[in-house]
């Protein structure tokens, strides 16, 4: 069993910024690629970003390119979402998860491929 819990969302202003965290708990955190998904209002969820389990390949959604960046700190057994530039469009619950993998440097991009998933968390963005 692997525990996910998310902090740091909140409200915010267009163009502002939020440093969503995901501290893990129970097995081992790097055996897991992890991701963070997205649920927006009458919306299905999304796939966000994920960040392989040694860290060293990430991959993100069209949408949040060259505004988000997803990091892990193995030692804390947490996993980052920054969040720059802020649109109306990224309000959502944003859930992390933990998807296990064989490879470290594998990558996954589908809900069915993850195993555990924490609580979710709010972000608002005002316009």
């Known amino acids: 069993q692997v525990q996910l819990v998310e902090s740091g969302g909140g409200l915010v202003q267009a163009g502002g910024s939020l440093r969503l965290s995901c501290a893990a708990s129970?097995?081992?955190?790097?055996?897991?690629?992890m991701g963070w998904f997205r649920r927006a209002p009458g919306k299905e969820r999304e796939f966000v970003a994920v960040i392989s389990r040694n860290g060293y390949n990430t991959y993100y959604t069209d949408a949040v390119k060259g505004r988000f960046t997803i990091s892990r700190d193995n030692a804390k057994n947490t996993v980052y979402l920054q969040m720059n530039n802020l649109k109306p469009e990224d309000a959502a619950v944003y859930f992390c998860?933990?998807?296990?993998?064989?490879?470290?440097?594998?990558?996954?991009?589908?809900?069915?491929?993850?195993?555990?998933w924490g609580q979710g968390t709010q972000v608002t963005v005002s316009s």
């Open positions: 998860a933990a998807g296990a993998s064989i490879s470290v440097l594998s990558i996954l991009t589908k809900a069915s491929q993850y195993n555990y």
């Open positions: 129970g097995r081992s955190f790097t055996n897991y690629a």
